[in-house]
């Protein structure tokens, strides 16, 4: 009796910790932070922001290389002016 009380209890704490860390993290996913300007994203990532680490620069040469991140991007789309999918290069 007392294993599978000991069971049922471990199974609905492990239940709750993961819908609660679930939870958690979808959260932390939808702040993600949007610049004013390109100044103002070059201060955080001197290379920008690159949807995937696949896309390339359509700009030539760049001195740094970009910050990975689809979330930072699509928030920031709209300082990607040339549409090669990285804003704010540099």
Known sequence: MFKKAAAVLLCLGLI????YGADHTAEAK???KTYKNC???NKDYKGGVARSAKVKNKGGKTKYKPYVS???YDANKKSDRDKDYIACER
């Open 70 to 72: 689809k979330a930072l």
């Open 16 to 19: 709750f910790g993961f819908s």
């Open 39 to 41: 100044k103002a994203l």
């Open 30 to 32: 939808t702040k993600v």
